[in-house]
T-cell receptor
Framework: EPEVTQTPSHQVTQMGQEVILRCVPI?????FYWYRQILGQKVEFLVS????????KSEIFDDQFSVERPDGSNFTLKIRSTKLEDSAMYFC?????????????FGPGTRLLVL | GENVEQHPSTLSVQEGDSAVIKCTYS??????FPWYKQELGKRPQLIID?????GEKKDQRIAVTLNKTAKHFSLHITETQPEDSAVYFC??????????FGSGTRLSIRP
């Protein structure tokens, strides 16, 4: 069964550094998402992406965040200047258009630790 | 925007008994309600979902109900087993849109 994949599984970085988190959505899916989950808390929406542009973003997704689909398979989240509070698990998700309502499938996550 | 409330935050049931988790949502435009199970350190896994044109859906030991008028939906797990122990998240969404998650319920199954 196809799955969303993410790399790296873990990333440790210094505050102020840039990080790029990578995702490979399921191949026939059209909608892509990033979520984050701070340890012990709920999953929070960051951004959705369709047709090569952002379709929606949350208040968390400020100017230090950006997303890109650099080729036909990868979907990336860049954090330009990481802060301590960016430490979290970041999940990528994808969905296909099915009857107008899409089921989102999550990747295994990247655990980001900012020191 | 949409807000999803979930309770209880923790739930402990005897193996074989039933577990019920309840959620409410605020935005009447939400039309899709998935439930995710998350084991420690793992991804959220979709276990069942319900669309707004359906009042109830069942899949083996898991069932979900939706009351659109009251904006309530709930998850029922019958004949619980040790492997049901996990954190369960309810969520609400509109078509092709973000999923708004509840705060989660940590379910523990006592042997």
């Amino acid at each position: 069964e196809p799955e969303v994949t993410q790399t790296p599984s873990h990333q440790v970085t210094q505050m102020g550094q840039e990080v790029i988190l990578r995702c490979v959505p399921i191949s026939n899916h059209l909608y892509f998402y990033w979520y984050r989950q701070i340890l012990g808390q709920k999953v929070e929406f960051l951004v959705s992406f369709y047709n090569n542009e952002i379709s929606e973003k949350s208040e968390i997704f400020d100017d230090q965040f950006s997303v890109e689909r650099p080729d036909g398979s990868n979907f990336t989240l860049k954090i330009r200047s990481t802060k301590l509070e960016d430490s979290a698990m970041y999940f990528c998700a994808s969905s296909e258009l099915a009857g107008g309502i899409e089921t989102q499938y999550f990747g295994p996550g990247t655990r980001l630790l900012v020191l | 925007g949409e807000n999803v409330e979930q309770h209880p935050s923790t739930l402990s049931v005897q193996e074989g008994d039933s577990a019920v988790i309840k959620c409410t949502y605020s935005d009447s435009a939400s039309n899709y309600f998935p439930w995710y199970k998350q084991e420690l350190g793992k991804r959220p896994q979709l276990i069942i979902d319900i669309r707004s044109n359906v009042g109830e859906k069942k899949d083996q030991r898991i069932a979900v109900t939706l009351n659109k008028t009251a904006k309530h939906f709930s998850l029922h797990i019958t004949e619980t087993q040790p492997e049901d122990s996990a954190v369960y998240f309810c969520a609400a969404s509109m078509s092709a849109s973000k999923i708004i998650f509840g705060s989660g319920t940590r379910l523990s199954i006592r042997p």
